[in-house]
């Protein structure tokens, strides 16, 4: 039986110059590839091109003609398979039959086309195949018009009714490959799955414009294109822009000189163009995705999961083609710098011809089990916590995005030697001191206290600005009660992205145990999961805190955090959001230790975790000041000071030598006097100066319970004793233990022990010319501890004093330290 269709694309390839054959697709496929070649299409995916835009000529009825010989040589080439080919010539056949009203119109119209190209002259066989077609149409044999016209209304209509069996369409349609009809825009895709003649020279291709060598090179930029590409320095520069003045616009401008962009760019904004371009990066990543399939270095899976990650990424921003072509081009300009036309006539024709693969929505590329896979494996590439680490550290250095992938990526010299002058000027560390040393920087007290502050700020029981001893600056005050806004958000995030930092840091430097560092990054990934359910709920919280709390010695964050909450490439939002173990990077101290250890106060820095052994370079800084201060050389000299001051201290001091003074002002008077009139020794001179501010009555050191200055003292020897490894572990909560006690026996509450301090302080100095210097400073710091402002000056105004009775609000969240009772887990 003859097949209707073939033996009409037969008939008309006889206008080609070709031999009649029932079945058009019989040629030798050496002889259909020469052909190819001839025609100047060397592969598959040149001959997609042909097929997609050769009706773009004004010779419409050649171009259709030509399609039909494109077709045929390329299903006996191999290139097509017979349906893929049957279903273009259905394709010309239909458009053939709607022009051209009969076989004459037909021939008329190509003879046209001829002649105005000059080849009427001599191409006598091509007139006598017009004479012989209209010969056999007039005589009603083979394949006429009107029977080509029956045939395919049957077919329509078989189509519409679904009796047809399924029919292949002009592109690959099945599920997972519908999200390749994306890379029409550089290369039309007609079948699958790729093989090498689909683009013969994929490899030379991405070393030369990509300077991609190998799988792994491959793989990172796949993953950069999706989560980060040119777009986001774009995005960011765009926005700055937008608050810029137009005299501003000018000096950023010359800054940026150097880079391409930059015109383009400012343009864009002053005109009011769409500031849209993430088509860019999206349709590029699905083009290096089919290079990669077609020269070996991805499987087609991975290749299908790729490119159907960026048309979930793009139906996810664009609702039209026309949306996704203007911001591709958008992109591309701002690549290249220079403007380019906005849609050229071979970009109409993907928007509107009907044989386009653009023809569906963007939405027809997915579905949902596509889709799915899609996510599983993007995420699958993210799944060794490192990209935790890249995630969170590539906030403050976007470069750090281009290393993501299986393998990680060799760091070079000159950054390995930079990271490790970081650790050393930055924070001191050596690579002498170990793994170890990198929890001293996880600080989930510090956590707790912006949650509690936060918490109380909510419910307006911060402490009240007005202290005995002064008011902290307005500034601090806005910032501390600014954070009334945040308290839904877990600050772990604010200390946890530094700490981030500092790993990525450490693992860039290589001094420091690989498997170790592995097992920090992968605590500092549980402990985030277990306090943020999601990308967006960290990067919220991360956002709300930065705002509130930004790092003044730090270029602010808050843009950069923004974009990666609105990007849906973002890392953030594609890491494997699983913990295992419940495990952190440090120890979370229980409330009631961290509260001893904040007894410290303003005599030393903030302590916002347990203190652990120091490395030896450490200790020697630590034992000069025990040493020069308190002539402590040993555990057992330390254990013995201790103990005198959990005893006496220079409280008992004060109350032997010079409380019974103020009994008895006559005989202070006249004590002052004999000192005044006669040569002192230094013993003296100190005791004279006590006398004075005993008959002052100088801070209150004559009305207030002193002993806070011993139990700051106290607990900063003990912290002390800790890193020199004088204390171990247990010593050392036995000592926050008895100071909690100690501090609950003498004071109801923050206020008080406050006063007791500077008095001591006050009282105990010795002479100095900074004397009112030191004592403004120390003042200010008490001020700030017992207010809260700022925030991180000092954890007072967020605990409840040793033995006081509760009277804070319980966090919104469970990241508070054990032992606060009131948070409902």
Known sequence: MVDPLNAWWAQQLVLCDWDFT??????????????LTQLGIDSRGELGRHLLYSLSTADEAQALLSMLELTALAGAAGWLSESRGRAWAEHVARRVTSRYADINAWLSALKHARNNRGWLNGDDDFDLACQALAALEQEEVGITWPLLNTWLEQQEAGHRSGSRSEQTGLWPDAPDQRCWRLSAVFQPIVEYPARPEDWPDAT?????????????????????????????????????????????QIEWLEETREEPYAP???????????????????????????????????????????????ADLITRRYHDWYAVLQAYQRGRRLFDGQAVPSVDSEERMLLQASHSPWQQVPDFLLDEAVSDASRRAMRAWRSDPRHWLLALA???????????????MAVAETRRADAGQYLQDTLGLHADEGVEALRRYWLPA??????????????????????????????????RNGLKGVSRHSATIHMAEKF???????????????????????????????????????????????????????????????????????????????????????????????????????LNSAVWSEPQPESERECVAIREWVDGHYGLHCARDLEDFLAFMFEAGDRQEYLINYAPYTLNRSRLESEIAILETGDCSEEDRHHLLRLRRV?????????????????????DLAIAGRQLGWLGADEFARYLERTYTL?????????????????????????????????????????????????LAGAWASLDFPGAKPRHFAPLHIDTLPGDQRTLH
């Open 446 to 479: 510090q956590a707790h206290h912006l949650n509690q502050l936060a918490a109380d700020a909510a419910h307006g029981a911060l402490p009240l600005a007005r202290t005995p001893l002064g008011e902290p600056s307005p500034d601090d005050l806005r910032q």
């Open 743 to 791: 501090a609950a026996r003498h004071y109801a509450g923050w206020q008080d022990y406050a006063l007791g301090m500077y008095a001591g302080f006050s009282f105990f100095m010795g002479e100095t010319p900074e004397r009112e210097a030191f004592l403004a400073g120390f003042r200010q710091a008490l001020i700030a501890w017992l207010t809260g402002a700022p925030a």
């Open 264 to 310: 383009e760019l400012l343009a864009f904004v002053r005109v009011g163009e769409p500031l849209e371009w993430a088509a860019w990066d999206w349709l590029r990543l699905v083009e290096l995705a089919w290079a990669g399939a077609c020269c070996g270095w991805l499987s087609q899976s991975e290749a299908d999961h790729f490119a159907a990650h960026a």
């Open 394 to 408: 590539g906030v403050r250095e976007p470069d750090l995005m281009q290393r993501q992938g299986v393998i990680p």
């Open 22 to 35: 029932p079945d058009p697709l019989q040629v030798e496929p050496a002889a259909a590839r020469l052909r």
């Open 695 to 715: 008959r002052d009555n100088e801070d209150g050191c004559n009305d207030v319970d002193m002993a806070a200055w011993d139990i700051a003292q106290l607990m």
């Open 204 to 248: 030379g291709w991405l070393h030369q414009a990509w300077e991609i060598q190998g799988r792994d090179e491959l793989i990172r930029v796949l993953l950069w294109l999706a989560s980060q590409g040119e777009r986001q320095r774009w995005d960011i520069e765009a926005r700055t822009l937008l608050g810029l003045t137009p005299e501003q």
């Open 500 to 602: 981030a930092f500092y790993l990525q840091m450490a693992i860039d430097s290589d001094m420091f145990d690989g498997v170790a560092m592995q097992e920090l990054v992968a605590a500092l990934r549980d402990c985030l999961c277990r306090f943020y359910p999601d990308a967006r709920r960290l990067l919220e919280a991360w956002a709300a805190w930065e705002s509130r709390l930004p790092d003044v010695e730090q270029p602010p964050l808050g843009q950069e955090i923004q974009w990666h909450l609105e990007d849906p490439g973002s890392i953030f939002h594609w890491l494997d959001w699983r913990s295992g173990d419940w495990q952190e990077p440090g120890a979370r101290p229980s409330l009631s230790h961290f509260t001893s250890m904040s007894l410290v106060g303003p």
